[in-house]
Structure formats: structure tokens, C-alpha cells
């Protein structure tokens, strides 16, 4: 299975709102309502941000939103503030048992 | 408190072999998945393998299927990765991190710090 394909970075400013892209294919992305979202600061751990597709984990920002269509799955970041500066990762079960992370997006804010 | 902690990293020798750890307390161990997860310097996460809560299965991605072995004991709140015939490629911080539920697959909400594994010769 290949890694799911993101951006390697995306920028924007403050307040403004990004969507960080990943896509997959109809054995993985496309079949399965099971992506996940991960944002990852250097030196920290992981931190789920979203999951199957959609939903939100209590404590997430509620500026934070994920959606999907047909192999390509989205997460948007509204309200952008310096603190979301972060790796972020989706990731989605695939056929034969696995699970695929893309290959993480760099958020700047600007 | 819900929390993780991964132990057993090292340096090892390509072909050795590395036992980690992960203790787990602040939660009902065995109702929940546990996954392995690791990160190589410079790279982005990588799944390793995962297993099952109530004794469920265990699966793994490729670049390690019959060279490690995901293992948990529900008794000592413990999971462990057993890791043999080591690669230079297997070099990376190894994370543990829960799932959302018994299946693996659902959404990894609570993840550990890692611990450190270099293989070299």
C-alpha cells in the first residue's frame, strides 16, 4: 500500500482558513468512512484531530472540520492562529487490515 | 490521568533484535486497541502494527510482517512490540497510541512520548 498523498507544506495568515488535502485511492480513502487527522508539533506527541471522516474528538477546536469526497479526504483549518502551526497527517484503514499515513503536510502561519 | 509510556529503545546492530514497551495506565487497558507507530528522522508517521482489545487480532503493515510481533498483556496494563532482524530502515521513534475503541482502526486518541530505537552497524 502507498502512503496517501498530502501537500508537503501550505501557508497562510492569521485568521484567514486552509484546507490541507489528501488523497488516497477506492481501497482506502474511497471505501472506508475511516480517516483520521493528526497534528503533530516537533518534539510532542501526535494529537488526534479528527476522526472517521468527520468527527470531532471533545477538547478539538471546533474550527478544526473534516470531509471527504469520493478518494480525497479534507481538513480544514478556519480562524488560522499561530498556534496551529504544525505537521499535520491524515490517515485511513485500507483493505488487507492496514492502516496508511499520507505523507504529512507543513502548516506555516504566516 | 490517561496516559502511555513506552520504554526499551536503544542502539542495536542490524540483524538484532529490540523488545519495547508500552505501560499504560489511567484507563480500562484491555477495552481499548493499542497501535505501534513510528516516526524516522526526517520522515513522517508510519504505521507499525496494531492489536485488538479483548483479545482481539493482531496486524501489521508490510515493511514489518515476520519480523515483528505485537503482543499485550491486559493483566500489567502492558503492550509490547518484539522486534527482530533488525534494519537500518527500522531506525525511528517508536510510538504507542490507543485507539478510540477495541478495533484498532477507529481514530488514535491518546498517544505516548516514544521511545528512541537506532539500528547500525
Known amino acids: 500500500q502507498s502512503a496517501l498523498t498530502q501537500p508537503a507544506s501550505v501557508s497562510e495568515s492569521p485568521g484567514q482558513s486552509i484546507t490541507i488535502s489528501c488523497t488516497g485511492t477506492?481501497?482506502?480513502?474511497?471505501?472506508?468512512?475511516?480517516v483520521s487527522w493528526y497534528q503533530h508539533h516537533p518534539g510532542k506527541a501526535p494529537k488526534l484531530m479528527i476522526y472517521?471522516?468527520?468527527k470531532r474528538p471533545s477538547g478539538v477546536s471546533n474550527r478544526f472540520s473534516g470531509s471527504k469526497s469520493g478518494n480525497a479526504a479534507s481538513l480544514t483549518i478556519s480562524g488560522l492562529q499561530p498556534e496551529d502551526e504544525a505537521h499535520y497527517y491524515c490517515?485511513?484503514?485500507?483493505?488487507?487490515?492496514?492502516?496508511?499515513f499520507g505523507g504529512g503536510t507543513k502548516l506555516t502561519v504566516l | 490521568e490517561v496516559q502511555l509510556l513506552e520504554s526499551g529503545g536503544g542502539f542495536v546492530q542490524p540483524g538484532g533484535s529490540l523488545r519495547l514497551s508500552c505501560a499504560a495506565s489511567?484507563?480500562?487497558?484491555?477495552?481499548?486497541?493499542i497501535n505501534w507507530v513510528r516516526q524516522a528522522p526526517t520522515k513522517g508517521l508510519e504505521w507499525v502494527s496494531g492489536?485488538?482489545?479483548?483479545?482481539?487480532?493482531?496486524f501489521y503493515a508490510d515493511s514489518v510482517k515476520g519480523r515483528f510481533t505485537i503482543s499485550r498483556d491486559d493483566s500489567s496494563n502492558t503492550l509490547y512490540l518484539q522486534m527482530n532482524s533488525l534494519r537500518a530502515e527500522d531506525t525511528a521513534l517508536y510510538y504507542c497510541?490507543?485507539?478510540?475503541?477495541?478495533?484498532?482502526?477507529?481514530?488514535?486518541?491518546?498517544w505516548g512520548q516514544g521511545t528512541t530505537v537506532t539500528v547500525s552497524s
Open positions: 490517515c485511513s484503514y485500507a483493505s488487507g487490515g492496514t492502516l496508511i
Open positions: 492489536i485488538g482489545g479483548g483479545g482481539g487480532s493482531a
Open positions: 489511567g484507563f480500562t487497558f484491555s477495552s481499548y486497541a
Open positions: 497510541a490507543r485507539s478510540r475503541s477495541v478495533i484498532y482502526f477507529y481514530g488514535m486518541d491518546v
Open positions: 477506492s481501497s482506502d480513502v474511497g471505501y472506508y468512512n475511516l
Open positions: 472517521e471522516d468527520i
